[in-house]
Every structure is written in C-alpha cells, then in structure tokens.
C-alpha cells in the first residue's frame, strides 16, 4: 500500500468514527445565575458536593437533587465534544448510571428530563411545598412512588464512579484553561 493509499484510508475511517452521542442539553435559568461558564460552574459544586463533602447532603434532598441535577449538566456537556479531552466526559457518562441508581433515577432516561425532573424537586423541596414536590417526585424519571427516590437523596451514597469522573473533569477544565478565573 503507498503512503497516500495508507493517508486515505485513515482519514475514510477518522470520517466514519462518529465519536460519542451529543447530548442537548439546558439548565434552568436560575440554576446558575451569573456564570460565565455553566459547565465549570456545574462541575465545581457538583464537585464539591458530591465528591468533597457528600456527607454535608444527609437529610438534604433538595441539596442531593441539585448536585445530582448539576452532575447530569456536567456529563451531557462534557461529552460535547468542548474538551480537547474526551476522556472526562466519557467517565462522566459512565459514572452518571451509577449516580442515577444511587439517586433513585431511571438509567435510561434522556438527560433533559433528568434535569428537569430534579430541578422541580429541588425548587419544591426548597419552598417546602409538600405537595409539588409529591408532583415533582411522580416525574417518569423517578423509580417507584415519590417516596422511594426522595428517601434516595436524602440518604444519597455517592458511587466511585461519579466521583471519578468529576475529579477528571475538573481536571481536564483546569488544562483547557476554560475556567472563568
């Protein structure tokens, strides 16, 4: 094979390799007001919630929704092809399975939903309208009946891999200089 048959041939299967699936996704408005960057932003209190100091959230649903909801952002965004690394974001998506499970979501719901879902519960929770958050726990994201995942999150035992993921994100933001700092 020439050198120019070898240079074809690699970029044919370079244009074939379609990467990892893009995931759309959005935060809320308020969510994270006044960032430059949602994703940095997202993944340090994801960070620092779910990886430094998960005990702080015991007994705290609402804060657990949100870190989790925070996590869900980091690892669709991470995975969007915005990293010269990709490796982050594909750790992120492999821990998001296992945080779900801990959280007491679905695995295979679509990202926006997930988001979305804890977004409500964490505004309900953090209202004390018992009755939205009932609602908000009924979402088709949510196993079993409202009570099953908000006792999941209050008692939220963060899995490795979610915690793997994020260091390398953080990390992996820190090399690409995209912080805001």
Request: net charge positive.
């Amino acid at each position: 094979m020439t050198r120019r048959g070898a240079l074809l041939g690699a970029l044919a299967l370079a244009a074939c390799d379609e990467g990892p699936k893009v995931e759309p996704v959005s935060l809320p408005v308020a969510a994270l007001r006044g960032t430059a960057d949602p994703l940095w932003q997202a993944a340090e209190i994801a960070s620092f919630a779910l990886a430094m100091r998960p005990q702080n959230l015991e007994g705290k649903p609402a804060e657990a929704a949100f870190a989790v909801m925070l996590y869900e952002y980091a690892a669709a965004e991470a995975g969007n092809g915005r990293l010269h690394d990709q490796n982050p974001g594909r750790l992120m998506r492999e821990g998001r399975p296992h945080l779900r499970a801990a959280a007491g979501l679905i695995g295979e719901a679509e990202p926006q939903r997930v988001i979305d879902a804890l977004w409500s519960v964490t505004e309900a929770l953090r209202r004390g309208d018992e009755a939205a958050s009932r609602a908000a726990f009924s979402a088709p994201v949510f196993r079993g009946p409202p009570e099953v995942p908000r006792a999941a999150l209050s008692r939220l035992v963060v899995p490795p891999q979610a915690v793997r993921g994020l260091r390398a994100l953080r990390e992996a933001l820190a090399r690409d200089q995209l912080s805001p700092r």
